[in-house]
């Protein structure tokens, strides 16, 4: 009896890549001291740079977007990113939390 | 990644099956990983720690390796009997969490699917159901109507299956009594002491939503002490 089904980041990354779109998969695979998503958390980007899902709770994710955005127009297929503890300037990229975070972002392709 | 390789992630979840990611960080190489399937030239020879792994639901780079693993868990399945107003409040609880629900009351007019839109509902006898369903630790149980007719025989299957959380709502009078028949049908002080009754971590709310959430929440505690203790 299913009733309603509950779209996934996953689910969203298939159907932009079905629907022609470029899709990259972006994960965090390690972290240190305190940072706002677990390992495993996982964000899906388009190359028109809508995305889905996060990676740290906001606060590197316009980065990972560039990042994602960077990798599509060349020929490599993955990268990893790091972010570190941020300054005292609230706009600059970092985790204002103190901790450290490590994303690998990769080409979903066929 | 390949498509094929999120396709089947997307398929594997969706039939809920333990299973896990594996991805070379050094070639960008990914597969699926379970017990017993053999692994490719890229992840064979850390066979050992990616077992470790993911039996202890861990996620991350394999200590000195450059392998990431990410687990995926079957959901647990929870039973809920009464298709009372708290059932209502917890299906909205539940849904963005890792369970899979299904309410089960004899009492057909508490259990519509106007009461229930979007969950799997089952109009019978606890008895009855639990003939048909398979059952085993990675179930839970919570029962709702404190009604001895409809919630022991639920209890005590629970009980005998060994599902891993079990939760009886009603008052501390209401469970001193419920504790005392099953210890007059056999059951041992350790099993009843499993129960959790009254149901709920101490939120010190009454509302049905807050009682919902207080249920919800030893829940998820419960399910996450084997990574808690892992961690100790």
């Not at chain 1, 706002?36 to 977007?65: L, Q, T, W, Y």
């Not at chain 2, 079957?74 to 969490?97: C, M, R, S, T, W």
């Not at chain 2, 699917?113 to 009855?128: H, L």
């Not at chain 2, 005998?160 to 209401?174: D, P």
Request: include cysteine; glycine fraction near 6%.
């Amino acid at each position: 009896m299913e009733k309603q089904i509950k779209r996934t980041i996953l689910e969203q990354g298939r159907d932009w890549f079905e629907s022609d779109r470029k899709v990259i998969l972006a994960r965090v695979i390690q972290t240190w001291g305190s940072s706002p998503c677990p390992v495993g958390s996982n964000m899906i980007v388009n190359d028109k740079g809508e995305f889905f899902g996060s990676v740290s709770g906001g606060c590197v994710e316009a980065n990972v977007i560039e990042e994602c955005l960077d990798l599509l127009k060349n020929n490599n297929s993955f990268k990893q990113l790091e972010f570190k503890v941020s300054d005292d300037n609230a706009w600059n990229v970092g985790l204002a939390c103190g901790g450290e975070i490590k994303i690998y972002i990769e080409k979903i392709n066929s | 990644m390949k498509l094929e390789i999120l396709n089947e992630i997307i398929q594997k979840k969706s039939s809920s099956q333990n299973f896990a990611l594996l991805t070379n960080l050094t070639n960008g190489n990914s597969e699926i990983f379970e017990f017993g399937k053999l692994l490719s030239i890229d992840f064979e020879n850390y066979k050992k720690q990616i077992e470790n792994y993911h039996s202890l639901k861990k996620n991350g780079v394999i200590d000195g390796t450059q392998i990431f693993i990410q687990n995926f868990t079957k959901p647990i399945e929870v039973i809920i009997v009464g298709a009372v107003h708290i059932a209502q409040y917890l299906v909205d609880l539940f849904k963005n969490l890792n369970f899979v629900i299904t309410i089960v009351d004899p009492r057909k007019f508490f259990i519509t699917d106007e009461r229930f839109p979007n969950v799997k509902i089952i109009n019978d006898w606890p008895e009855e159901i639990f003939k048909k369903l398979e059952t085993d630790s990675n179930n839970a149980l919570i029962t709702l109507t404190h009604n001895p007719k409809i919630d022991d025989p639920a209890l005590k299957h629970a009980l005998k299956n060994k599902f891993f959380y079990i939760g009886a709502l009603g008052s501390k009078k209401t469970h001193t009594k419920r504790c005392q028949r099953l210890k007059d049908s056999g059951f041992t002080e350790e099993e009843i002491a499993s129960i959790h009754g009254p149901i709920g971590i101490e939120l010190g709310g009454k509302s049905g939503p807050e009682i919902a959430l207080s249920i919800v929440s030893q829940l998820v505690l419960e399910s996450n002490k084997l990574i808690l203790n892992s961690k100790k």
